[in-house]
């Protein structure tokens, strides 16, 4: 498996994303800076682009604005439209909603606040690329780290990505139930990640790519569940 | 007018007699922008005339120091060919002024200064000092501080893995920041801080200079007084996306070999960048002031030189490949001109449009007078420290009195805090706060693991400055000790009162021996470090100096990462030990302070010998996988470290059943504290070995108690305290909740 991640300016989880598919998990990655338009490297294209954390151009417009605006968005957009699979985490899920690769926007938490911390989601769908390896209803430990990751769309979309089960991932507690604390930053329906219709471009806010090593604080590997997941294609 | 000017020595920062003494120097009559960049390097915080010659007490070598006091951070060996910078910087003035700018440019300036010495940052921690918290204004600069911190570190990518809090009225008006901040480098990765040979061209790059920040250094070095609210200009915002780009282009600039030497703007800005480059080569430099990029039209040499804009870099390109140098900049959209040259003759020399502006020795501007001065203790910290205890009754009621400690801030989780900072990007945060006494990063693609921690107890320091501060370095490594990290190396931060008044430069004095005898002891020579002083409140018989405080930061390795420890309890049935003595001592306690409103008696005394085999003890037993619960027994003594373990249980709350005998009064033996003292629990198994280890040293080590449930008991002097896990969580974690106002979720 050959997986590109994308480096904006002020991107910080690009090398993370590096070391958790690569080394890891022993994918062949790459980076490719804002400014390409070419998501190959050697002539070969990759099988799956990540979009990682951080804080492209600065996030002081809204989270993602300028960044779904780069030459390399446009190279992003149409390997989605071939049907690469697209994963887009934290920024990146802020900015494929920029993109409007995906519907929706990620408003400031609840609480107003950065919020680092371990949660627990619940798995709502298992037949993507993104979670093949999972099961309907698996509860998954993952860290988030986020202070704009407040899930928020319209009526008329929500009902649209109920009805055709695009909600991917759902704020639980560990139990799996949905509750008002578990609910960590506030989003609507406990929104934590969801998938265009076509089911291959996902935006999640917490952190897999943080979670496939039991060594770290966490002691967590569930993402290796969503990583992994892409991996198997 | 050069005979105003004199008269004028204090706008620079100058007495008339370090007037004259530069007069000396030049060997004629400085102009203004002569004297003002004097001032600015001879600035306490810039040249540390007050400190140096004490500072000088302070151990520094070493067989793991690689890089010693004098650059940018210090540097130690980790081992196989990995290394670490760190170093820690006090924002204190700015956070007072403007708490979420001040925090956020403390982190910024840090980080610039652990990336010019060619080290990737990749954690930092903090130390902050506050008034009370019962009182709106100290909540709002916690919370100013907390998300300044914030908004810096985790947007530019660097984990903020640990910290410390202290609260008391003496921090009211002035708030300690302390930032430190850590990088890993290879060996040969090495950059110093040096403007290379002479032909070199010295660059600029990053931000803009503006106006902000103007006269900072001076303004460090002077203390907070009411005219500081329109101080505003001179704390600088932070642009943590500007910091992102020069940190990744001078990695990849060093990586390629296209630079000679590098430094960040800090205080006193270009002028001490350059000047204390040239000072490190021994050669000169003909700077051109008018090519310095500026935000605003009309700047003159002296704002240019003396600003302190954030987010700046000097680089001394290697000779011949400046084109490839600024290519690579470029494609980092960063600023980058040519500002100067370097020269042999060991001048300062400011061209504006090739007029000659300023033309001073560099070696004069480098070398501040340096002030011994007479220090004499506060009567009234002898008083305070000479009270007899003897007259307080014990503690009635140990359950209410433990209660109340795990709700003092100093004690209380911080949860509400670190869950602001993102304390696991970079993915290598092994230990994350809260979970044990320091911090634990590994080093990937080894097993190695790197500890950090900072501490201090500012009581002690204020009740006995020697001792105290011998405590501070005490407890840091026994902190990294207790991860199972062998301690390396310290950064100081001495955050002071005004040194001219003799009790403060007493304690300064003392702290300092304090620091030197303890860092000798432990073997942790000090690698550099940031002086503050004038550190002073309004108090009813005038200025008043805070508590003195010399945060210890410091830096362990682990050979082995995946043998550690961390302080909550994990199983059932495990023994709890203790390595050293039992009884505390109340002096300087949190519990005399939070029961009794006192703050007297003297620190615990600190005997460094059996300090250094406990901690032996602690490190041998983790490192061979006889124990991975230790925690260090520091305010709150016993009770309070044997509630902390419990509420740090993994993956639940566990009780505990805890025995500390008789011997001593029971406020003595559950809230006394020590020094040379370290909890464990181990597995039964292994308990005859912990306890043989400890005889065959000579320390005392026995069994205290066992791991058991969920209810908390513990006894001492014929009292029982025995209080359910709800009543301890809800005591430990609602302090700093309520005080940033958010539910602790």
């Known amino acids: 498996m050959r997986v590109a991640i994308v480096t904006f300016p002020g991107s910080n989880c690009d090398a993370d994303a590096v070391h958790a598919f690569g080394t890891v998990l022993g994918a062949s990655v790459w980076t490719i800076w804002h400014s390409s338009d070419d998501l190959s490297r050697s002539g070969q294209a990759p099988d799956a682009v990540v979009i990682p954390g951080g804080f492209s151009y600065g996030d002081y417009l809204r989270c993602g604005a300028l960044a779904a605006h780069s030459p390399v968005m446009g190279a992003v957009r149409a390997f989605a439209d071939a049907g690469g699979p697209v994963i887009g985490i934290c920024n990146g899920f802020q900015v494929l909603t920029e993109a409007r690769l995906l519907p929706g926007q990620l408003a400031r938490n609840a609480e107003l606040e950065f919020r680092c911390q371990d949660v627990h989601l619940r798995v709502e769908r298992a037949d993507l690329p993104f979670t093949r390896l999972a099961r309907v209803g698996q509860v998954l430990r993952l860290p988030i780290a986020h202070a704009e990751g407040r899930y928020y769309a319209d009526a008329e979309t929500l009902a649209r990505l109920d009805g055709d089960g695009r909600v991917v991932f759902r704020y639980v507690d560990a139990a799996g139930e949905r509750t008002a604390p578990a609910n960590v930053n506030g989003s609507v329906d406990a929104i934590a990640g969801i998938v265009n219709e076509r089911g291959n471009v996902l935006g999640m806010m917490p952190h897999p790519e943080r979670a496939v090593e039991a060594q770290l604080g966490g002691g967590l590997e569930d993402g290796r569940v969503v990583l992994g997941s892409i991996l198997c294609a | ?745």
């Open chain 2, 1 to 745: 007018m050069p005979d105003d000017l004199r008269a004028h020595a204090a706008t620079f920062g100058l007495t008339p007699q370090e007037f004259d003494a530069v007069v000396h120097k030049v060997g004629r009559q400085p102009n203004a922008l002569e004297a003002a960049m004097f001032g600015a390097l001879w600035s306490e915080h810039c040249g540390y005339k007050n400190s140096k010659p004490l500072l000088r007490k302070l151990p520094t070598a070493g067989p793991q120091v690689i890089q010693g006091p004098g650059e940018n951070a210090g540097v130690v060996d980790i081992g196989e060919g990995w290394a670490v910078a760190f170093k820690m910087e006090s924002h204190n003035h700015p956070s007072a002024v403007e708490p979420v700018q001040g925090a956020a440019t403390g982190v910024g300036g840090i980080l610039r200064d652990i990336f010019a010495m060619g080290a990737r940052p990749f954690a930092t921690l903090n130390a902050l000092r506050f008034g009370e918290l019962g009182e709106e204004r100290n909540r709002y600069l916690l919370s100013g501080v907390v998300h300044g911190i914030a908004m810096y570190g985790n947007a530019i990518g660097v984990p903020t893995v640990g910290g410390e809090v202290e609260v008391n009225p003496c921090f009211a008006e002035n708030p300690l920041v302390n930032v430190m901040a850590l990088g890993l480098l290879r060996h040969d990765a090495l950059q110093k801080g040096t403007v290379g040979l002479p032909g070199n061209r010295l660059f600029y790059v990053g931000s803009k200079t503006g106006r902000d920040g103007l006269g900072g250094a001076v303004f460090a070095s002077a203390d907070l007084s009411g005219s500081s609210s329109s101080d505003r200009p001179a704390v600088q915002v932070g642009d943590p996306f500007m910091e992102k780009l020069l940190l990744e282009a001078c990695l990849e600039a060093y990586a390629a070999g296209l630079v000679a030497g590098v430094q960040d703007m800090g205080a006193a800005g270009l002028t001490s960048s350059v000047g204390e480059m040239a000072h490190r080569a021994g050669f000169g430099v003909d700077f051109h002031v008018d090519k310095v990029p500026t935000r605003e039209d009309g700047m003159t040499p002296l704002e240019i030189l003396l600003s302190e804009s954030q987010e700046r870099m000097v680089v001394s390109a290697a000779p011949g490949r400046e084109a490839e140098l600024l290519a690579l900049l470029a494609r980092w959209e960063l600023d980058a001109v040519e500002v100067a040259t370097v020269a042999e003759h060991g001048r300062f020399k400011v061209f504006e449009r090739g007029e000659l502006k300023a033309d001073i020795p560099v070696a004069a501007l480098n070398e501040p007078p340096e002030y011994v001065r007479e220090g004499v203790e506060d009567p009234r910290v002898s008083a305070a420290r000479g009270r007899d205890l003897g007259d307080l009754p014990d503690v009635a009621d140990p359950g209410a009195a433990l209660l109340a400690l795990l709700a003092s801030p100093t004690v209380a989780s911080k949860r509400p805090i670190y869950r602001q900072f993102d304390h696991q990007v970079m993915t290598n945060t092994v230990v994350v706060p809260g979970a044990a006494d320091a911090a634990v990063l590994r080093v990937k693609g080894t097993d190695l693991g790197v500890a950090a921690t900072v501490d201090c107890n500012s009581r002690y320091v204020y009740l006995d400055p020697e001792l105290g501060a011998a405590h501070a370095v005490a407890e840091a490594a026994r902190n990294l000790s207790c991860v199972g990290a062998l301690p390396l190396a310290v950064t100081d931060n001495l955050n002071f009162g005004n040194p001219t008044n003799p009790g403060v430069y007493y304690q300064l004095e003392r702290a300092v021996a304090g620091l030197a005898r303890a860092c000798l002891a432990l073997d942790t020579p000090v690698t550099g470090g940031n002086v503050s002083l004038y550190n002073e409140y309004a108090a009813p018989e005038g200025r008043r100096a805070i508590h003195p405080t010399p945060t210890v930061g410091m830096v362990g390795v682990l050979r082995d990462v995946s043998r550690r420890a961390t302080s909550g309890l994990k199983r059932r049935g495990d023994v709890v030990v203790l390595v050293g003595r039992t009884a505390g001592t109340l002096g300087a306690s949190e519990y005399l302070y939070r029961l009794h409103g006192l703050e007297a008696g003297a620190p615990p005394p600190l005997d460094l010998v059996e300090e250094a085999k406990v901690q032996a003890v602690v490190r041998g037993l983790i490192a061979d996988g006889l124990c991975d619960t230790a925690h260090d027994t520091s305010q709150g003594g016993l009770a309070v470290a044997l509630a902390e373990m419990a509420l740090a249980g993994s993956p639940a709350v566990l009780g505990l059943r805890v025995d500390l005998g008789a011997g001593a009064s029971a406020a003595e033996l559950l809230f006394g504290e020590a020094g040379a003292r370290v909890v464990l629990a181990l597995e039964e198994a292994a308990v005859a070995e912990a306890l043989a280890r400890c005889a065959a040293v000579g320390i005392p080590g026995k069994m205290i108690g066992t791991v058991d449930g969920r209810t908390f008991e513990v006894r001492a002097a014929g009292k029982t305290l025995t209080l359910g896990s709800e009543a301890l969580r809800t005591a430990h974690e609602g302090t700093f909740g309520v005080a940033l106002g958010v539910q602790s979720g």
